[in-house]
């Protein structure tokens, strides 16, 4: 079996990635819950929040597209797995394995390349830039040990890190993806909404009928749940559209429970 059930209950075809499958919603959900260094540090610390902080400190150096690449640099993992470096040094060395590292890194990059389709990056990303995201990956891990593990004592760390939950963690990667333009303006091509933008329509909508502000934000959150829970599915899901018809749509759901 080479297809795997994804959290919204998709299958996925680990030969055979799509962009057009490709649920970040579901990515961000997953990596806030694939912990770091295989679980043993004594915190929970998630390959989402590993993501984020790989996104700011790639801002310094580079624009729109590196800070994207940087996000994504590990989102395959949500697919894959995450394999760490140990357990695939090891099974390189078994019998029949100096074929392992090839094979998986050949996995990732066909998953990378569907998953820079969906987010709007170029076919194929500069060479510097794949390279700049790596160094700054290697120096991430680094700061990493040193706060996860400090009875290493490898060096002095230079970043003060602080874990986030699942549910921030989440939450954290998509205002990032959410920021960046080279995502916005490929959301727009297709027509759709962030999240923010979708509850935005909604709460004009409710505006529009009279509602105060801060009741009209209220309003709109709760159509939105709503509307998830009638369809049974989550935000950005690919069975269903996420646009201003769809906005408008779960607006009226809305209406119609308060009547």
Not at 6 to 18: A, F, K, S
Not at 26 to 37: H, K, N, Q, T
Not at 91 to 97: A, M, N, Q, V
Request: with cysteine; proline share 5%.
């Amino acid at each position: 079996m080479t297809t795997i059930t994804t959290r919204y209950g998709r299958t996925w075809n680990l030969l055979d990635p799509q962009a057009c499958n490709v649920s970040f919603w579901e990515i961000a959900e997953v990596l806030a819950r694939i912990p770091r260094f295989n679980g043993h540090p004594t915190v929970p610390y998630s390959v989402a929040q590993h993501c984020c902080i790989a996104h700011d400190l790639a801002a310094p150096h580079g624009g729109p597209e590196l800070m994207l690449l940087a996000l994504l640099h590990d989102a395959h993992e949500a697919y894959i797995g995450d394999i760490i470096t140990p357990v695939k040094e090891a099974l390189c060395e078994l019998p029949g394995g100096q074929y392992f590292d090839e094979a998986l890194e050949h996995l990732k990059v066909r998953h990378d390349m569907a998953i820079h389709r969906a987010a709007g990056l170029p076919e194929m990303c500069q060479t510097s830039q794949i390279g700049l995201v790596k160094a700054i990956d290697k120096e991430l891990l680094l700061e990493e040990q040193n706060w996860l593990f400090p009875y290493l004592k490898l060096s002095g760390a230079r970043l003060f890190l602080k874990y986030w939950d699942a549910k921030r963690a989440a939450k954290e990667f998509m205002q990032r993806l959410y920021e960046n333009p080279i995502y916005l303006a490929k959301l727009s091509e297709e027509g759709e909404l962030t999240h923010p933008q979708f509850l935005a329509e909604i709460e004009r909508l409710a505006l529009q009928q009279g509602q105060v502000s801060g009741q009209a934000r209220d309003f709109a959150e709760r159509c939105l749940s709503g509307f998830l829970r009638e369809r049974d599915c989550e935000f950005g899901s690919h069975e269903h559209a996420w646009d201003v018809n769809a906005a408008n749509e779960a607006f009226l759901g809305g209406l119609w429970e308060s009547i």
